[in-house]
């Protein structure tokens, strides 16, 4: 059992900066491939970008590539989204999720953080 939260959100302008951590718990956080997903008001759910068990292998969604960064610190059982030049469209809620088999699908769900982008 996996229990992700995520922390880090909040109310920057556009063009500003933010870092999103999920923290995990559970021993076998390091096996599994995390990624983040975001969903817009009356949109679905959709995917962000996603990082390997071991940070070798990242993938991006096109609208955020260039822009956002994933990152993970198997030590601290936490992974990290760095979000800069964040445009208005970008307003979401930020859910991480954790892959057992490092592949497309997801186990566990944090309950989300709100993102918010003025502009």
């Known amino acids: 059992q996996v229990q992700l939260v995520e922390s880090g959100g909040g109310l920057v302008q556009a063009g500003g900066s933010l870092r999103l951590s999920c923290a995990a718990s559970?021993?076998?956080?390091?096996?599994?491939?995390m990624g983040w997903f975001r969903q817009a008001p009356g949109k679905e759910r959709e995917f962000v970008t996603r990082i390997s068990w071991n940070s070798r292998n990242t993938d991006y969604a096109e609208s955020v590539k260039g822009r956002f960064t994933i990152s993970r610190d198997n030590a601290k059982n936490t992974v990290y989204l760095q979000m800069n030049s964040l445009k208005h469209e970008d307003t979401a809620i930020y859910y991480c999720?954790?892959?057992?088999?490092?592949?497309?699908?997801?186990?566990?769900w944090g309950q989300g953080t709100q993102v918010t982008v003025s502009s």
């Open positions: 559970g021993r076998t956080f390091s096996t599994y491939g």
């Open positions: 999720a954790a892959s057992f088999y490092n592949d497309n699908n997801w186990d566990y």
